[in-house]
């Protein structure tokens, strides 16, 4: 069933100071019309009928009774929520990555993953950052944004990120180095294709901009005299 | 060597600590040896230490005190405005706050310019060499 409309509850009884309401108790229960509702019932405030308890199961005593007192931990309600998402982060920003093997790189966002993480693409073509994970953290958000509209990033989560789980292998003594150099995985066709394909899109929105493709191709560094916190991003 | 800027009445200040650090206000009355009424448009008239203002070329024709009205006026009449745009002090600020609020694509589309600027420039001072030579 719809819940009804409801105009938010106000109290009847304003505030004289914070405290003192201004009607009394028996001024109230006239005011809320409580005498007309009893009337109504006859006498009597219509209550609903309670609901018989479930008798509770018998429990069987238990076996075992610890010798001390162990104490319960605390009830804990927080639930497991992604990283709060800077304002200044955007589908679509342009992104200066701060740390790792891409550092300095200029780098598009698309969305924020339910780990937390920025999922972000170079565009491979451009600046040969793949989509990749990034964390908020190693990220500076300048106030360039990229047309991102009509591009499908839904397929992309963390499982499609996660490391590849193979079968352990038995190994013998002279087995050993040979298994190693065969152990560098290959990229799957599948992720170079997605790659390609969110990279089509994205670099005929980036090439409608001039100046754009080399400026992502570009990456950032502190020069002489420039002040990161004077700099507006 | 004598002083060339006078407080007077009229005279145009700009702001050099402060609140209201940048901005251009026309001395009003004098309080005391330290302090002056000080009046623009877009704020209240208030008093301000002289410390605190740099003078400037410019001064208006005002009565001491006058109304917002008049004052605006005042400004309107002698383009306080745009003679401080023109000035070569003016644009230095101009310049200063527009630098200030460069995004980082807009201070790499600078360089590029700035890049390619020097390579014409180089060329031509390539081909008045070879003239001479």
């Known amino acids: 069933m719809a819940p009804k409309q409801r105009t938010p509850r106000t109290s009847r009884n304003p505030d004289l100071i914070r405290g003192v309401g201004k009607y009394s108790r028996s001024q109230m229960y006239h005011k809320r019309g409580l005498w007309a509702i009893k009337a109504k019932n006859g006498g009597t405030f219509p209550t609903h009928v309670k609901k018989a308890a479930d008798a509770p199961v018998a429990a069987k005593p238990p076996k075992f009774y610890p010798a001390d007192d162990v104490k319960k931990p605390l009830v804990n309600k927080r639930k497991a929520r992604p990283t709060k998402l800077r304002a200044s982060i955007t589908p679509g920003t342009v992104l200066i990555i701060l740390a790792g093997r891409f550092k300095g790189k200029r780098v598009v966002f698309l969305k924020q993953l339910t780990s937390g993480l920025l999922l972000v693409t170079g565009p491979f073509k451009v600046n040969g950052v793949p989509l990749r994970r990034v964390n908020q953290s190693y990220v500076i958000a300048t106030s360039t944004k990229v047309d991102i509209a009509g591009l499908n990033v839904e397929k992309f989560d963390d499982k499609y990120f996660s490391k590849k789980v ?68 | 060597m004598p002083f060339k800027r006078y407080v007077e009445i009229g005279r145009v200040a700009l702001v050099n600590y402060g609140k209201d650090y940048g901005r251009l206000v026309v001395i009003v009355d004098v309080i005391d040896q330290n302090r002056a009424l000080v009046d623009a448009p877009d704020m209240v008239r208030g008093q301000m230490n002289f410390k605190r203002l740099t003078l400037t070329d410019i001064k208006i024709d005002i009565n001491r005190v006058p109304n917002k009205k008049t004052l605006v006026a005042a400004l309107e009449a002698a383009d306080v405005k745009n003679k401080w745009e023109n000035s070569s002090w003016g644009r230095k600020l101009i310049v200063q706050k527009k630098r200030a609020s460069l995004n980082d694509f807009d201070r790499f589309k600078i360089m590029l310019a700035k890049i390619k600027k020097a390579g014409v420039v180089r060329q031509e001072l390539s081909k008045l060499k070879k003239q001479t030579a």
């Open chain 1, 166 to 233: 193979e079968k352990k292998k038995k190994k013998g003594e002279g087995e050993f180095f040979e298994a190693e150099k065969e152990e560098k995985s290959l990229l799957p066709q599948e992720k170079k294709d997605d790659q390609k394909t969110v990279d089509a899109a994205l670099i005929k929105s980036i090439e409608a901009v001039p100046e754009l493709k080399s400026y992502l191709g570009a990456r950032f560094s502190l020069k002489a005299g420039m002040k990161p916190h004077e700099l507006v991003f």
